[in-house]
């Protein structure tokens, strides 16, 4: 089944630096690769996702790259601000039926002002 | 408002005791998933359910049995079986891409259940 190793675990970052967390997956037919957004006490909630026939998605302060070949991908964050402070999972799946979301252990992002 | 309401928001429960996790969506999703989050261990798979009456295990099944009688509601039981179960516990549903499961998760607020 799928893999997913995430790093870093923890990241800190001054208001205004851009962040970087980093995935790996073990599963060459996983083609889905969604990143989710956890704040305190709360469920977490998708903020992007790249599907395996795009390299690079952008949307507003936040990019998703992927390279198939090397089986990794990424969440850039850009002039980071204090509310982007909390936990960061990514996660992928194969497009297949009967199939679901395994997730990488998160990265708890800190931004200081 | 529609989304997935999870109950009860925090659970106590005795060593031996089997307790139920209430899971309900009105989204009219396909497919409900439960998540068990441990720090530092992410989100880790329990059970999944694509269809009403179907559901398969995930990576950590052992200790919890699931039923999905009908499309709204997917109930967890954490049994006396299951070793750790102090965790907090995150259901979630999706619709279906084509065959795929490759819709957004929505997810519920939580429920965190601590073993005495």
């Known amino acids: 089944g799928e893999n997913v190793e995430q790093h870093p675990s923890t990241l800190s970052v001054q208001e205004g630096d851009s962040a970087v967390i980093k995935c790996t997956y073990s599963?060459?037919?996983?083609?889905?690769f969604p990143w989710y957004k956890q704040e305190l006490g709360k469920g977490p909630q998708l903020i992007i996702d790249?599907?395996?026939?795009?390299g690079e998605k952008k949307d507003q302060r936040i990019a998703v790259t992927l390279n198939k070949t090397a089986k990794h991908f990424s969440l850039h964050i850009t002039e980071t601000q204090p509310e982007d402070s909390a936990v960061y999972f990514c996660?992928?799946?194969?497009?297949?039926?009967?199939?679901?979301?395994?997730f990488g252990k998160g990265t708890t992002l800190s931004v200081s002002s | 408002d529609g989304g997935i309401t999870q109950s009860p928001k925090y659970l106590f429960r005795k060593e031996g005791q089997n307790v139920t996790l209430s899971c309900e969506q009105n989204?009219?999703?396909?497919?409900m998933y439960w998540y068990r989050q441990d720090p530092g261990q992410g989100l880790r798979l329990i059970y999944y359910?694509?269809?009403?009456?179907?559901?398969q295990k995930g990576d950590i099944a052992e200790g919890y049995s699931v039923s999905r009688e009908k499309k709204e509601s997917f109930p967890l039981t954490v049994t006396s079986a299951q070793k750790n179960p102090t965790a907090f516990y995150l259901c979630?549903?999706?619709?279906?891409?084509?065959?795929?499961?490759?819709?957004?998760?929505?997810f519920g607020e939580g429920s965190r259940l601590t073993v005495l």
């Open positions: 599963d060459s037919a996983s083609n889905y």
């Open positions: 989204l009219n999703h396909d497919a």
């Open positions: 790249i599907r395996s026939n795009v």
């Open positions: 359910s694509q269809i009403v009456n179907d559901f």
């Open positions: 979630a549903s999706n619709q279906r891409r084509g065959a795929a499961n490759t819709g957004e998760l929505f």
């Open positions: 996660a992928a799946t194969p497009n297949q039926a009967g199939t679901a979301l395994i």
